[in-house]
């Protein structure tokens, strides 16, 4: 689907031609380009089996897959979504802005990050076969707790866990070349606390990312001794723990939720100010909010498992660390709407998708705070409260804010601006259904309905068929989307350099589409 | 704003109300009463603030439009703002951590119990052992399969119904010492409070008390497997006197099942037995026709080497399982009948014929011979 016409035009030297000039690229908006497109693949192929799921959820009884594929769904679905739409998604934003928003003239590893893009459509591919392998995909969940991910699990859990290294890997390179674009490559006098929040956010998001993703490699190594070299790291049977392997993925785990989040406020801290006509509110605050989330995020892990059986003190201290995140966050909800305040607002499609993430965001951060309750936890855990916390930090959060940051950045990608009117009734529809389909999931949860199971007691009928609806529905809408970026990419009206009259950066000083090349020599920034 | 209504009504309805059930139900014990009351004060809390902060995004966006002519400021700071919103949710913070700390101390104070049951999770049923009592027994989901395919009416407890609950005295203090059998699993009773992993190789613990008789109900939260979705928890909370007598009737069912592995059957005897047996036990892997799930792991029983092979072989595998699958070790599961009847059961149904009919005390012997 190279259906992209960027940097078509001729300028220095442009592009190659044909295939050889997605195989071989080392630039950057090529490669950014690349990243986004497999992303939206790979949204629309994991919401595919959340479609099966909401399908089989419509009604109470098994109807359309048998539980042990019901099962391998839920698997892909959890697996696809995080590693390969959200951080692929954030992977190719950065690819294409950060350079342009530095001033700089590529990513500083250009050959790597080639490189750490085409692992990629490897590793799913890897991770799909496994679906028609033996005793089936994997089927313990995107968390692969052990031993039902060691001991019990399908054969095909090998290539899974060689699939996960080589996403890790692909991570690891990108973050790798982040850090070493931004101390290296910012034009003379961007300095430090001039960066745009995009750019400090994924600075973060790039020593977090360093920091976590070894650990999951090494928590898939050990399950890989486990099962085929007669280890048992998990299997209390040989002397070792199975809560183990969960303190180890959730020490890589709880960070990950935060490289998907962190990088969606940077896009939202650019999208407000440009559409309210103001600059941001408190932007030193900003950058240290974000940072104090970012070290949190490693001391809170064990908030994933207050019931496995830890000690008191432990519970507590893990209750009080997770509480501690609210602060932080609270205060960039609250710059955000000072932002907003006394500014000159209008309503384009990227700013309504950064509202309803804001509004929405809150939502499912407050949710977060409830279920930080330790004894409160003991109720919501491993129920549809979860799902519907995390959901809400996920789709109208991190993916709510991509697509706001798609339809920003759109006009400078293509040259084209999108079509206003259809990017507003994608908004809508996306905006209703998806309260739809999460909203009464809290309700499930609370009065009792476990997350993971492929059927229900019939007292959670009548709000599953609300979901299923609000889900298939949001599901279809992003064919809209999928129309509106090729019709924007292939023609419309023309982008001026700097589109949005109250946008800020360096982005809007070069011309739209961005040529080939930009930022040859360094623009000087005062 | 249709949020807004949707949280309004999550705020009214206190106690839920059949379909539409909104809220945590209040629960039967002190813990699910004090979780209960905290949970309704941090969502009052979470509410109100959620409501603030879309109102004042609200009250921006309608009053400060473009449109509307509103002209944008220029200022970026104010730090007594910056103070206020940093101070504030601390201050709220740490009102909500003093009674979750309060509370959580409290659950798990699991001191003093009078009765103490083993919670033993297995794919995918619980097993219950009451330790004083030398009382035991496993408890499976009691729905039938037509229900859940769609071809028969779906009962009132779909789902959430079992062939033996677990029964207790309602006014005790009950202590749950949880651990699993193969993957991590979870119980969890709603109305009790209570939910708590099941971990192979170590034991967890939990403790409730009753203040109300009734049937409660809940289901394993841990994904464990194919059938996580089919493992139900059901309690009963009874009156002491019932609970004694119940003890006691179980007491007596044992001692009968002792004798009864003394005695010889017919092969009919075996085969019906066997059915019932293999239908509880052993289709959710193997299927009710014996062709298993092979795409799954679960391979068929029909003509399969073992059942061709020898009794021993059979009897071995039914007996103490294979390690490190799926196909667990049944002897503390079922006894010397039981186990006789399903292995005669295997070897003679869904066009096996060996025609071998296997006695309790063959099962027996193979029992001694392992000690
Ligand atoms: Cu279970």
Known sequence: MSSTAVGAEHHDHGPAKGLKRWLYTTNHKDIGTMYLVLSFVMFLYGGAFAMGIRLELFEPGIQYFSPEKYNQMITMHGLIMVFGAVMPAFVGLANWMIPLQIGAPDMALPRMNNWSFWILPFAFSMLSMTTFMDGGAPNFGWTFYAPLSTTYAPPSTTFFIFAVHMMGISSIMGA????????????????????????????????????????LAGAVTMMLFDIHLGTSFFD????????????????????????????????????????????????????WAVASIALLSFIVWAHHMFLVGMPLVAELFFMYATMLIAIPTGIKVFNWMATLYQGSITFETPMLF????????????????????????FQYHDTYFVVAHFHYVLVPGAVFAIMAGAYYWLPKWTGHMYDERLGKIHFWLSFISINVTFF?????????????????????????????????????????FV???????????????????????????????????????????? | MRILSFLALALYASTGFADWQLNMPQGVTSSSNEIYDLHQLILWICAVIGLLVTAGIGYCLIKFRKSKGAVPAKWDENLFAEVTWTVIPTIILVLMAIPASKTLANLYDTSNSEVDI??????????????????????????????????????????????????????????????????????????FGVKKDAVPGFINESWMVIDEPGVYRGQCTELCGKDHGFMPVVVHAVSEQEYDAWVAGKKEIAAQAALASMKTYSKDELMAEGEAVYMRTCAACHQANGTGIPAAGFPSLIGSPLIEGDVAGHIDIVLNGK?????????????????????????????????????PADVAAMRAEKE
């Open chain 1, 176 to 215: 790798i070349n982040v850090i070493v674009t931004i101390f290296n490559m910012r034009a003379p006098g961007m300095t430090w606390m001039k960066m745009p929040l995009f750019v400090w956010t994924w600075l973060i998001t790039a020593f977090l990312l360093i920091a976590a993703m070894p650990v």
């Open chain 1, 354 to 377: 950064a509202l309803a993430f804001l509004v929405l965001f809150t939502c499912g951060g407050l949710s977060g705070l409830m279920l930080s309750i330790g004894p409160a936890d």
């Open chain 1, 440 to 480: 009464p999931q809290h309700f499930l949860g609370l009065a009792g309905m476990p997350r993971r199971i492929p059927d229900y007691a019939l007292m959670f009928s009548d709000f599953n068929m609300m979901s299923s609806i609000g889900g298939l529905t949001y599901g279809v809408s992003q064919l809209l």
């Open chain 2, 323 to 359: 390690p490190a699958t799926a196909m667990q070790a049944f002897a503390a599961q079922l006894n010397d009948v039981e186990l006789a009847a399903v292995v005669t059961y295997e070897r003679n149904a869904w066009g096996n014929d060996k025609g071998d009919v296997v006695q």
């Open chain 1, 483 to 526: 129309y509106i970026i090729i019709k924007c990419v292939r023609g419309g009206e023309k982008a001026s350099e700097k589109p949005w009259d109250g946008a800020e950066g360096l982005e809007w000083t070069v011309p739209s589409p961005a040529p080939y090349h930009t930022f040859s020599t360094p623009p000087k920034v005062d």
């Open chain 1, 236 to 287: 209390a049977a040989g002397g070792g723990d199975p809560v183990l392997f969960q303190h180890i993925f959730w020490f890589f785990g709880h960070p990950e939720v935060y490289i998907m989040i962190l990088p969606a406020f940077g896009v939202v801290s650019a999208i407000l100010p440009a559409f309210a006509r103001k600059p941001l509110f408190g932007y030193t605050s900003m950058v």
């Open chain 2, 118 to 191: 083993l919670v033993t999770g297995y794919q995918w049923k619980w097993q219950y052992e009451y330790i004083d009592e030398e009382v035991g027994f496993f408890s499976n989901m009691s729905t039938p399969r037509d229900q859940i395919e769609g071809d028969a009416e779906k009962g009132e407890h779909y789902l959430l119904e079992v062939d033996e609950p677990m029964v207790v005295p309602v006014g005790k203090k009950i202590r749950l010492l949880l651990t699993a059998k193969d993957v991590i699993h979870s119980w969890w009773i709603p109305e």
